[in-house]
């Protein structure tokens, strides 16, 4: 593969060196109000894919589906970045905000001790996936690349900080990093129990083995 | 408040538009480092091209010692194409990209691809190669035949002689438009773009592989010396043709840069406009997205 480099010149420095600033201004406001407007129709392709990934699996194929869909050539699934990591990502943006949303609506939190707390929140966050258990393996793999792996560590980073400041710490010192550390090892490894637990209801008893 | 911003909008347009026109208006009258008339440029380029035909291939892969080919894979493979796509390849006479695409779209991975897609009797895969010289699209359609796999007779290759700056296609017809070494030698660049934004359906690729600009200290001076001491000589020795491959180095330096192009493309309405160099910038890939 011959030596290349990537650039995209409007999200970068400025494009020309003699335009003034107001000028500049003016364009970077153009620029942002295009990127946005690309950036809705990703997710929208993506949005519409995710309906297609328990038959088609993390894939192109889901996204072709996706795009077709919507309305839109399926050429455009070509421009994303990383294509199956691009839904995956997607996918686990969505669930945060889903996870957020209902934290912020309520899940009787305040009655329950910390473990429980977190417990709770977990679960609600993993029932998520459980629609896609049957591909989730693959999400996984995907995920796992190395590509694609600073992306998602920062994701599941986001992902823990957030259930730790649903359940209410307040911590400021090297606890912060701790409790989080810890928490991404417990959250990645029930995730992985959850691929081979076949028996329907059983993840809902949730072990407590797992909180000890 | 909104009046004053889009007075300001439609300002840096106007002057944007200047900058640019002044330089599309030397693209248009510049053959190679001489001044001709609009009228004459597409004249010369076609006898550029009439002459070079049938040596076209040989000369790239001595020319490039076969890289050419790694670069038109790259493209194929930002591409992405996928069974039942309707694409155009521009300026493709002799049909390597075309081959490359429906090689891409018939191979096993992408037979895959299409078992878990629906059948859709509608949905046939098409690639069209539009060439301006008649020449260039004899020897593409001699090449399909040798190369075999049916490609001689596939109905899902068509070849169609026409003009960058005015293509017979409808509008909104085809999902991905490429155009590889061919948007230097269009006298107006603008309006091949605008052609391709308005064959491409909504959220369709386009794709453009150009000899670029290298600007690597040491490595640009070896770049020039090769361009403009070695590959005329080449010319003249295998094809019997200096002057075409003169025209070839100087056009080269003539396009513009990188970050100009991408703005010309940008203008044209393309969205997610981005480049990538190869080799240091002696062949860059340029793409955008029509929404």
Known sequence: MPLST??????????????????????????????????????????????????????EEAMICGAKDVGLSPSIVGSFARKEAALVEYFMDLCLQKLADKIESGLD???????????????????????????????????????????????????????????????????WYVKRTVLGGIYSATEVYMLTDHSPGSFLSMNPLIFA | MAIRTRARIL???????????????????SFGYKEVGEEEKSKLVGNVFSSVAPNYDLMNDLMSVGLHRLWKDRLVSKLAPFPGMKHLDVAGGTGDIAFRVLESINGVKRRALQDGLEDNSEDETRVFVCDINPAMLSVGKKHAIERGGGLGEAQSLVWVEGDAEALTFDDDSMDGYTIAFGIRNVTHI??????????????????????S??????FKQIYDLYSFSIIPAIGEFVAGDRDSYQYLVESIRRFPSQEKFAQMIADARFQKVEYENLIGGVVAIHSGVKL
């Open chain 1, 6 to 59: 990537l650039y995209r010149p409007f999200s970068t420095k400025p494009h020309t060196n003699h335009k003034n600033q107001k000028e500049a201004e003016g364009d970077k406001r153009r620029q942002r109000d295009c990127r946005r407007e690309y950036r809705d129709e990703q997710a929208c392709v993506l949005d519409a894919a995710i309906s297609h990934v328990v038959r088609l699996g993390w894939s």
């Open chain 1, 109 to 175: 939190l305040p009655d329950l001790i910390l473990s429980q707390r977190i417990s709770k929140i977990v679960r609600t966050r993993l029932e998520m996936q459980i629609p896609y258990i049957s591909k989730w393996h693959q999400a996984l793999s995907i995920q796992a690349q190395p590509v694609n792996i600073s992306t998602s560590l920062k994701q599941r980073a986001i992902l823990v900080d957030e259930i730790w400041d649903a359940a209410g710490d307040q911590s400021m010192d090297i606890n």
């Open chain 2, 11 to 29: 300002t840096n347009r106007l002057q944007s538009m200047f900058l640019s026109s002044s330089f599309l208006h030397d693209h248009a009258t």
């Open chain 2, 190 to 211: 603008e309006r091949a773009l605008a052609e391709a934004y308005r064959v491409l359906k909504r959220g369709g690729r386009f794709l453009c592989l150009e000899l």
């Open chain 2, 213 to 218: 600009h290298v600007e690597v200290p040491v």
